[in-house]
């Protein structure tokens, strides 16, 4: 097994590793001057198999900014994907130019199947409605600049939280932060999967659900919200049915604390009101610039240290047992061995993370 200081969930790192990267982005912020050669000579491929703006431009920028250069596509079917290539033969080509690659999927755990090739270190993009590591390093950057503290924080987390990637890590990251608390404003629809709701209740995490903004915004300190995420809907009814419930806007905001700050990882559709993009609590245009000081952080560490990794799949082919989930690579690429581990007698699959 490759040794790559892959990126595919935070959890691969550990939390004195993070809190290293969000040092070196505040340091890189400060002063970027001295990093502007830091990777000279140095390559990143950005794959995306799925629309982006900010985690594309922004690692691209980060790249740029260093030094590096980008070779990549942002629509596979200018690329030999087109013709048919699968994802192992993209992966061994591409990571063969370059020297970290970046990729974004619509299929679940696909980024961890591409960095079982890979001949360069593979960082987690966003795979399907899975999981988002570097925007929870913008998250945490964001919060450690604005609230100067990643503990005591009362975070509300407001929309999509079934399928949005960006709230899974996340949550993931802020229970292993001391005596922070997560309020859940969803509906029973788009709640958080059961598998996270129960890693956070063994890490003692507090949690509560709200039904609505206004009954959640007093007591605040941090409001994420999220937008419905339409494309991993089943149906356009399903979708109608779950858009437009929460909306922020002025008249809510009343009841927040003053110094409330207010996230959102973007893209916005009607969320959140244009009227409160000028409030000073309203961050999320701030908090997409720091994603870029973070993926300068990450970019520049995960050239430089050798991390050590842990092997990404531990469980084998486990006793002919198949994962469930039609979002999962591992259901749609030929070639990839379906691989468990076992906790409390329940099999999860180490792609996607489906219970079974
Ligand atoms: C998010 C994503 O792609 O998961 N955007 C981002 O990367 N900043 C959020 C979303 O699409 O809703």
């Excluded at 030999?80 to 993209?90: F, H, Q, Y």
């Excluded at 937008?227 to 049915?241: C, P, W």
């Excluded at 990882?265 to 959140?272: A, N, Q, S, Y």
């Amino acid at each position: 097994m490759k040794k790559y200081n892959h990126l595919i969930d935070l959890g691969d790192y550990s939390v004195e590793q993070w809190n290293e990267i969000i040092q070196l982005a505040s340091t890189i912020m400060k002063n970027p001057h001295i990093y502007e050669g830091a990777c000279t000579g140095k390559i990143m491929a950005t794959l995306f198999y799925e629309p982006s703006t900010r985690t594309q431009m922004s690692f691209q920028a980060a790249m740029l900014r260093l030094g590096g250069g980008i070779i990549g596509f942002d629509n596979p079917e200018t690329s030999s994907i087109a013709k048919g290539e699968n994802l192992k033969d993209t992966t061994k080509t591409v990571s063969a130019y370059s020297d970290i690659m970046v990729m974004r999927h619509y299929l679940e755990g696909t980024v961890k199947a591409a960095a079982l090739t890979a001949d360069c270190p593979v960082v987690n993009a966003g795979d399907g409605g899975h999981l988002h590591p570097t925007q929870t390093l913008t998250d945490l950057m964001t919060l450690t600049e604005e609230k100067k503290r990643l503990t005591d924080l009362n975070i509300g987390i407001c929309g999509d939280l079934k399928n949005g990637r960006t709230v899974h890590s996340l949550v993931r990251a802020i229970s292993k932060y001391d005596n922070n608390k997560l309020t859940f404003i969803s509906t029973p629809e788009l709640g958080l999967p059961d598998y996270l709701k129960k890693e956070l209740t063994e890490s003692g995490t507090i949690c509560k659900d709200v039904p609505s903004l206004e009954e959640a915004l007093p007591e605040l300190d941090v409001l994420y919200m999220t937008r419905i995420q339409k494309e991993r809907f089943i149906s356009d009814e399903a979708y109608e049915q779950q858009k437009d419930v929460f909306m922020l806007n002025m008249a809510k905001l009343k009841s927040a604390k003053d110094d409330l700050i207010i996230l959102h990882p973007l893209p916005r559709v009607d969320e959140i009101a244009n009227e409160v993009d000028d409030d000073p609590r309203a961050l999320y245009f701030k908090q997409a610039n720091y994603g870029m000081y973070a993926r300068m952080a990450l970019i520049l560490i995960m050239l430089d240290y050798d991390m050590k990794m842990k092997p990404l799949l531990n469980g084998g082919n486990s006793k002919g047992l198949e994962c469930k989930n039609p979002r999962c690579i591992v259901n749609n690429e030929h070639g990839l061995v379906h691989s468990f581990v076992e906790t409390n007698g329940v099999h999860v699959c180490e792609y996607c993370e489906e219970r079974i």
